[in-house]
């Protein structure tokens, strides 16, 4: 089945470290996504990449790192300067050509 | 900057009651809007979606919604809940150009009461 994978479902991680969250995809889709989501506060971009070995910033990037060196990957690093890493992340894709997104089931980081 | 409103953070409604949840936008150009809903511990899924033609879109699970240009609103309803709605529900409004970005409202939480 095609689809996005985020590993792991949660994660912990000591306060002042990196942490890198994993999203695969093999949708074939060429744009994807990393949204933030707090309760409250809905989703927000963190970053977006249309292309391999290409992405942007989205609305909150400032703590956060990606990397697209493959179509399938899309790794989010929550690095120590991010202020309140705690939240669920949510990855996503889209066909450049379709405006639909997919979702996949998130990833919950607790950093103590 | 682009934003998505939706007023009602927390609603409680009583099964068989009619829903019906506001979300508004400031982007004037033309854009995409979408209904998502999350329900407790699953994937974040599409309820329905609106690109352009008739203004009523009819979406999984009996939900539609009503693109309302002049008032920038794209509003939720259903005419009779289900315990199994309860949930929490997105507004989320998309425009070309960078990326097709996904903007997202705050969402509201949805508790239908037995």
């Known amino acids: 089945d095609g689809g996005i994978t985020q590993s792991p479902k949660y994660l912990f991680r000591k306060e002042g470290q990196n942490v890198t969250l994993s999203c695969e995809q093999n949708?074939?889709?060429?744009?994807m996504y990393w949204y933030r989501q707090d309760p409250g506060q809905g989703l927000r971009l963190i970053y977006y990449?249309?292309?391999?070995?290409?992405?942007q910033k989205g609305d909150i990037a400032e703590g956060y790192s990606v990397s697209r060196e493959k179509k399938e990957s899309f790794p989010l690093t929550v690095t120590s300067a991010q202020k309140n890493p705690t939240a669920f992340y949510l990855c996503?894709?889209?066909?450049?050509?379709?405006?639909?997104?997919?979702f996949g089931s998130g990833t919950r980081l607790t950093v103590v | 900057a682009q934003s998505v409103s939706q007023h009602n953070h927390h609603v409680i409604l009583s099964e068989a009651a009619s829903l019906e949840l506001g979300c508004n936008y400031s982007?004037?150009?033309?854009?995409?809007l979408f209904w998502y809903v999350q329900y407790p511990g699953q994937h974040l899924q599409l309820l329905l979606k609106?690109?352009?033609?008739?203004?009523l879109v009819k979406g999984i699970k009996g939900f539609e919604a009503e693109f309302i240009k002049s008032k920038f609103s794209f509003n939720l309803r259903k005419p009779s809940v289900q315990w199994s709605d309860t949930a929490e529900y997105f507004c989320?409004?998309?425009?070309?150009?960078?990326?097709?970005?996904?903007?997202f409202g705050t969402g509201t939480q949805l508790k239908v009461e037995l």
């Open positions: 996503a894709s889209r066909e450049v050509s379709s405006y639909g997104y997919t």
């Open positions: 949708l074939n889709h060429d744009a």
């Open positions: 990449s249309q292309i391999v070995n290409d992405f």
């Open positions: 982007y004037g150009g033309t854009v995409n």
């Open positions: 609106y690109f352009s033609g008739d203004p």
């Open positions: 989320a409004v998309q425009r070309g150009g960078g990326g097709n970005k996904l903007t």
